[in-house]
Protein backbone atom coordinates (compact mmCIF):
# COMPACT_ATOMS: atom_id res chain seq x y z
CA UNK A 1 0.00 0.00 0.00
CA UNK A 2 1.44 3.53 -0.83
CA UNK A 3 0.26 6.95 -0.91
CA UNK A 4 1.96 9.42 -2.70
CA UNK A 5 1.34 13.05 -2.51
CA UNK A 6 1.87 15.91 -4.93
CA UNK A 7 0.88 19.29 -6.57
CA UNK A 8 2.32 21.31 -3.90
CA UNK A 9 4.59 24.59 -3.88
CA UNK A 10 5.19 28.26 -3.35
CA UNK A 11 1.83 30.38 -3.94
CA UNK A 12 1.36 33.67 -2.54
CA UNK A 13 -1.65 34.72 -0.36
CA UNK A 14 -4.61 34.78 -2.37
CA UNK A 15 -3.37 32.45 -4.92
CA UNK A 16 -4.44 29.03 -5.68
CA UNK A 17 -3.15 24.92 -5.61
CA UNK A 18 -3.96 21.87 -6.75
CA UNK A 19 -2.87 18.59 -4.49
CA UNK A 20 -3.11 14.89 -6.07
CA UNK A 21 -2.55 11.60 -3.90
CA UNK A 22 -2.04 8.48 -6.17
CA UNK A 23 -2.86 5.08 -4.43
CA UNK A 24 -1.87 2.02 -4.92
CA UNK A 25 -2.38 -1.42 -3.10
CA UNK A 26 -6.19 0.01 -1.82
CA UNK A 27 -9.09 1.36 -3.66
CA UNK A 28 -10.19 4.26 -2.77
CA UNK A 29 -13.77 4.33 -3.85
CA UNK A 30 -14.91 2.03 -1.09
CA UNK A 31 -13.21 3.75 1.41
CA UNK A 32 -13.79 7.42 3.34
CA UNK A 33 -10.71 9.44 2.07
CA UNK A 34 -9.44 12.60 3.18
CA UNK A 35 -6.56 15.18 3.05
CA UNK A 36 -4.93 16.57 6.12
CA UNK A 37 -1.56 19.10 6.95
CA UNK A 38 0.87 19.40 9.36
CA UNK A 39 2.67 22.50 10.06
CA UNK A 40 5.86 23.26 11.73
CA UNK A 41 5.61 22.26 15.99
CA UNK A 42 2.22 21.63 15.35
CA UNK A 43 -0.17 18.08 15.55
CA UNK A 44 -1.30 17.04 12.08
CA UNK A 45 -4.85 17.57 11.83
CA UNK A 46 -8.11 17.03 9.34
CA UNK A 47 -8.86 19.13 6.79
CA UNK A 48 -11.49 17.71 4.04
CA UNK A 49 -12.90 14.33 3.99
CA UNK A 50 -14.90 12.60 1.04
CA UNK A 51 -16.97 9.48 1.76
CA UNK A 52 -17.33 6.39 -0.81
CA UNK A 53 -21.10 8.18 -1.97
CA UNK A 54 -18.85 11.44 -2.50
CA UNK A 55 -20.17 13.45 0.79
CA UNK A 56 -17.53 15.72 1.67
CA UNK A 57 -16.92 17.43 5.08
CA UNK A 58 -14.19 20.59 5.99
CA UNK A 59 -13.67 22.34 8.78
CA UNK A 60 -14.70 25.95 9.30
CA UNK A 61 -10.89 26.73 8.50
CA UNK A 62 -10.73 25.67 5.19
CA UNK A 63 -14.65 25.57 4.62
CA UNK A 64 -15.01 27.83 1.02
CA UNK A 65 -12.02 27.60 -0.09
CA UNK A 66 -10.96 23.91 0.00
CA UNK A 67 -12.38 21.50 -2.04
CA UNK A 68 -11.88 17.61 -2.07
CA UNK A 69 -12.85 14.60 -5.06
CA UNK A 70 -11.95 11.83 -5.84
CA UNK A 71 -11.38 10.08 -9.44
CA UNK A 72 -11.99 6.45 -8.63
CA UNK A 73 -11.07 5.51 -12.42
CA UNK A 74 -7.56 7.04 -11.47
CA UNK A 75 -8.07 5.62 -7.83
CA UNK A 76 -6.60 9.55 -7.00
CA UNK A 77 -7.88 11.93 -4.26
CA UNK A 78 -7.48 15.73 -5.04
CA UNK A 79 -8.03 18.81 -2.57
CA UNK A 80 -8.32 22.39 -4.61
CA UNK A 81 -7.23 24.79 -2.49
CA UNK A 82 -8.40 28.38 -3.51
CA UNK A 83 -8.02 32.03 -1.86
CA UNK A 84 -4.86 30.62 -0.07
CA UNK A 85 -3.30 32.23 3.30
CA UNK A 86 -0.45 32.20 5.04
CA UNK A 87 -1.58 30.00 7.35
CA UNK A 88 -2.48 26.94 5.27
CA UNK A 89 1.20 26.46 4.95
CA UNK A 90 2.17 23.26 5.71
CA UNK A 91 3.06 19.77 4.94
CA UNK A 92 -0.31 18.04 3.36
CA UNK A 93 -1.02 14.63 3.19
CA UNK A 94 -3.40 12.16 2.25
CA UNK A 95 -4.92 8.93 3.73
CA UNK A 96 -8.32 6.92 5.26
CA UNK A 97 -10.53 8.84 7.69
CA UNK A 98 -9.61 7.24 10.07
CA UNK A 99 -6.07 7.04 8.88
CA UNK A 100 -4.66 3.42 8.79
CA UNK A 101 -2.47 3.70 5.88
CA UNK A 102 1.12 4.50 6.32
CA UNK A 103 1.30 7.89 5.82
CA UNK A 104 2.93 9.16 2.56
CA UNK A 105 5.88 11.52 2.40
CA UNK A 106 3.35 14.54 1.79
CA UNK A 107 3.62 17.30 -0.37
CA UNK A 108 4.86 20.95 0.52
CA UNK A 109 2.50 24.29 0.42
CA UNK A 110 4.05 27.65 1.10
CA UNK A 111 1.73 30.65 1.19
CA UNK A 112 4.09 33.27 1.15
CA UNK A 113 4.11 37.11 -0.91
Known amino acids: VQLVESGGGLVQPGGSLRLSCAAS????????MAWYRQAPGKQREWVAT???????NYPSSVKGRFTISRDNAKNTVNLQMNTLKPEDTAVYYCNTSPHWLAWGQGTQVTVSS
Open 25 to 32: GVDISINT
Open 50 to 56: ITDRGTT
